[in-house]
């Protein structure tokens, strides 16, 4: 089950408006449907506030989804929710890309906040 208690944050390290863009290549998780892996690449971009979200408990949140059965929808989404509990970023953008399945592609957006 994601598990968002494995989130981690860091002090910001200015307070000027920056973007931090971190990709997730070997996403994986379980079609609920099928039972088949999915597997995609995830992005997330944000602006900080007074936080960062530190990497290696972004990567570890991240496998927490492994075995979840989810839809696409609903991964972004929640990543988005827990990421933006965490750390109230100033904006925040999760992109997934998914590989096709049967000649469908499929990218889902989750956005909080205003860009700067």
């Known amino acids: 089950m994601p598990n968002p208690a494995l989130l981690e944050v860091f002090e910001s390290p200015t307070d000027t408006t920056f973007l931090i863009e971190h990709i997730a290549e070997e996403f994986t998780s ?4 099928t039972g088949h892996p999915d597997f995609g ?12 979200v530190e990497l ?4 570890l949140y991240l496998h927490s989804f492994r075995n979840e059965g989810i839809f696409y929808e609903a991964v972004t989404n ?12 100033r904006w925040l953008e999760v992109v ?11 990218r889902i957006t989750a956005d909080h ?4």
Do not use: Y
């Open 96 to 106: 997934t890309d998914w590989r096709g399945r049967g000649g469908i592609r499929s």
């Open 56 to 59: 290696k408990s972004l990567k």
């Open 41 to 52: 690449v995830v992005t997330v971009r944000f602006q900080p506030d007074a936080t960062c």
């Open 113 to 116: 906040g205003t860009r700067a």
């Open 78 to 89: 929640r990543i988005r929710d827990d990421l933006v509990t965490c750390m109230s970023p």
């Open 30 to 33: 379980v079609c609920p449907k």
